[in-house]
């Protein structure tokens, strides 16, 4: 599970601004915002730095996490 929709929401963008960042179909990115397909590590990489965020931002807290 990843986090890019809530982390484009706060940054005020949208994820046509991702498409165009990293050349991919509309389709890819709505796949990724609604969680139905996952980037690759390469890709959640690239979306981090154009987002200026750390990747671990666009990550879910697991519930192991939130126990520590």
């Known amino acids: 599970m990843n986090r890019i929709a809530e982390v484009l929401e706060e940054k005020d963008m949208k ?40 990747i671990r931002e666009l990550l879910h807290q697991s519930e192991w996490m939130k126990a520590k």
């Not at 389709?27 to 690239?46: A, D, F, G, I, Y």
């Open 15 to 54: 994820n046509n601004d991702l498409v165009i960042h990293l050349e991919v179909k509309k389709e890819t990115v709505s796949r990724w915002v609604n969680n139905k397909q996952q980037p690759t590590l390469n890709t959640l990489n690239e979306i981090a730095k154009f987002l200026n965020v750390d």
